[in-house]
C-alpha cells in the first residue's frame, strides 16, 4: 500500500498517486474523540466528547456533541449542501445526539459500530431515524457493512444530485475495527503470509515506508514491546494462529479498499469525481487491546465471531512507532491523509510534510464549500473553531499555527513546531522530544531541557482549562443510556 503495509490497497493507492499523501496528520488517539473533533473542527473535550459516549458528569466528558459546537453538516447545510451520514456515528446516539438532529439529511448509521453482518449481537442500524431490523427489504441481502455504506452513499448522492445540490458525504467505515471479520474466501488470500512473524513483516515496512518518503531514514524503528514475544519463540500451533489473525485483518482491509473503489467508481459513473474533494484518514492507531495474544473467539467469517489483533500485530500495524490505540505517543495518533481532488488540487503524487490535526477538517470543508462557521447556532453561543483550512497545505504553503494539543484518558501531549511533549497517564513524568530528528520517541530530551518541559507543560495546563480537559471526571463515573436511541423508533 501507499503508506508502507504489505496489503494491498489499490484503489487508495490510486487516489494518493494522483493526490497527496500527509505524512504528519494526527487524529485522537480513539474512536469517539476523534469522530467529535473531526466533525466539529474543536478538540473532542470541547465538543463533550473527551472519552467515549457515556455521560461522566463534567463538560468535557458528557459522552456526546454538545450544544456549544456545530458539526460539518450544520455548516455546510446553509451553503446549499445536501448532507449524507453513512457509517459508524458513535458521537452521543444513546445520549439522544443522532445524525438526523445534527445537520445530516440522509442517514444510515448503527449508534457506535463495531459489526460486519446483520447477525452480530452488536447489529444496530438506523435508516433516517427509524432503527431497522438487518433483514429489512431496504437493505441489500447478505450485506457486509463495509459495502452497505458505499451503497447507501451513493444511493444518498443520487437524491443530492436530483436536487441538483452539491453533496458532503460522512463516510464512517467500521473497518479495521474489531471484531475482525471476513468473508472466508477473503481471508484465505492471505493465509500463510505472516508466517514470516512480525518481527519481519514490520521491518519490511519500515523499509517500504523509508523508500516512499514517508518516514526519515534517520528515525530508528521503536523496539519491539516487552510482552510480545521474539517470533522464534512462538510455539508452531500459535504462529499459524497467529497468521490467521492477521491475515483476518487484511482481508478486513482490502474490502475496504474494494469499498474505496466502488465509491470512486460511482462518483465517476454520475459525473462528480473530478469536482469531489476526496479525504481519507483513520481514527486512532493500532489496537493493542486483549494483549500480545489477542482474541480468537470462533469463525472470524461468521457474525458471531470475536477476533482482535491484539498488541503483537498493533505494534506492526503502527511501524515505527511507539505505543497504540488511546495513548497520545505517535503509534497512538498518527495517521494517513489522502486528499484528492483532480478539480482543486494541482499536484499528483506528492508529500505534505507539515503537521496538520483533525481540527483542520471542519475548516477546510467550511472554505472550499463557502460556508461560514456561526458564531451562535440555535440561539446558543458556538466555541470558536480550532482548526485551520488546509487550502494552504494542498498548495504546499505552510499553514502557521500556534500549537497542536492532546488529551486522553490522563495521556497529554502538545507539539509546537517540531518539538512534543508527551506523557502517559496523569501521574507519569512528561517526555520532550525532537519530532525533526526522532519521531519515533526513542531519545527524551526532557532531563537535558528542564525550561522547554516547563514552558510546554504550562502551555498544555493552560489549554487543559480552555478546552475542558478539566476538570477531569471523578473516577468510576459515566452512565450509559439504551443503545442507539434518538429520535428514532427501537424495533
Known amino acids: 500500500g501507499c503508506y508502507g503495509s504489505e496489503i494491498p490497497t489499490p484503489n487508495l493507492d490510486a487516489l494518493a498517486a494522483d493526490g497527496l499523501k500527509f505524512t504528519q496528520f494526527y487524529n485522537t488517539g480513539r474512536c469517539c474523540p476523534t469522530r467529535a473533533c473531526l466533525l466539529t473542527g474543536l478538540y473532542p473535550h470541547q465538543a463533550g466528547v473527551g472519552h467515549m459516549t457515556d455521560d461522566k458528569g463534567v463538560p468535557g466528558y458528557a459522552g456526546r456533541l454538545n450544544d456549544q459546537c456545530v458539526t460539518i453538516a450544520e455548516v455546510l447545510k446553509p451553503a446549499g449542501y ?13 445520549l439522544g445526539v443522532t445524525p438526523w438532529g445534527r445537520g445530516f439529511d440522509r442517514s444510515l448509521n448503527p449508534a457506535a459500530g463495531g459489526f460486519y453482518y446483520g447477525g452480530s449481537s452488536r447489529y444496530d442500524l438506523s435508516l433516517n431515524g427509524e432503527a431497522i431490523k438487518a433483514d429489512d427489504p431496504r437493505l441489500p441481502k447478505d450485506w457486509y457493512s463495509t459495502d452497505l455504506w458505499t451503497t447507501y452513499g451513493l ?41 514470516q512473524g512480525w518481527g519481519v513483516t514490520r521491518d519490511k515496512r519500515y523499509a517500504r515506508l523509508k523508500e516512499l518518503g514517508i518516514i526519515d531514514p534517520a528515525w530508528a524503528k521503536a523496539p519491539r514491546p516487552q510482552p510480545v514475544q521474539p517470533w522464534k519463540d512462538v510455539l508452531p500451533e500459535e504462529k499459524d494462529r ?25 462518483l465517476k459513473q454520475r459525473g462528480v469525481f473530478d469536482n469531489t474533494l476526496i479525504m481519507f484518514m483513520s481514527d486512532n492507531g493500532g489496537n ?43 503509534g497512538g495518533v498518527a495517521t494517513p491523509l489522502i486528499a484528492h481532488w483532480p478539480a482543486g488540487i494541482a499536484a499528483k503524487g506528492e508529500l505534505r510534510t507539515q503537521p496538520a490535526h483533525l481540527i483542520d477538517i471542519m475548516a477546510t470543508c467550511a472554505d472550499f464549500g463557502g460556508a461560514t462557521y ?10 470558536a473553531m480550532e482548526g485551520k ?57 526532557a532531563a537535558a531541557q528542564p525550561e522547554k518541559v516547563k514552558e510546554l507543560a504550562a502551555k498544555w495546563e493552560s489549554w487543559a482549562e480552555r478546552a475542558h480537559v478539566k476538570p477531569y471526571p471523578a473516577e468510576g463515573s459515566g452512565k450509559k443510556k439504551g443503545k442507539g436511541k434518538g429520535k428514532g423508533k427501537k424495533n
Open 82 to 94: 445536501f448532507t449524507i451520514m453513512s457509517g459508524k456515528w458513535h458521537v452521543g446516539q444513546n
Open 155 to 195: 444511493k444518498f448522492i443520487d437524491e443530492a444530485l436530483a436536487e441538483k445540490k452539491p453533496f458532503y458525504l460522512h463516510l464512517c467505515h467500521n473497518a479495521p475495527h474489531f471484531p475482525l471479520q471476513a468473508p472466508a474466501e477473503e481471508i484465505a488470500k492471505f493465509r500463510g503470509q505472516y508466517k
Open 242 to 266: 497467529f497468521d490467521h489473525l492477521m491475515a483476518t485483518y487484511a482481508a478486513v482491509v482490502l474490502h475496504m479498499d474494494k469499498a474505496v473503489g466502488d465509491l470512486v467508481a460511482g
Open 288 to 330: 493493542a487491546e486483549s494483549g500480545p495474544k489477542g482474541k480468537t473467539e470462533g469463525d472470524p467469517s461468521q457474525a458471531s465471531s470475536n477476533w482482535f489483533c491484539g498488541e503483537s500485530w498493533a505494534f506492526v500495524e503502527n511501524t515505527p512507532f511507539r505505543l497504540f490505540k488511546h495513548y497520545n505517543h505517535e
Open 374 to 383: 456561526p458564531q451562535h447556532f440555535n440561539n446558543k453561543p458556538i466555541t
Open 389 to 445: 483550512s488546509l487550502r494552504g497545505a494542498f498548495a504546499n504553503e505552510v499553514i502557521e499555527r500556534d500549537a497542536l494539543y492532546w488529551e486522553h484518558e490522563g495521556n497529554a501531549a502538545v507539539r509546537v513546531g517540531d518539538i512534543k511533549l508527551v506523557r502517559e497517564g496523569r501521574n507519569s513524568a512528561w517526555e520532550l522530544y525532537d519530532m525533526k530528528t526522532d519521531r519515533t520517541e526513542l531519545h527524551d530530551l
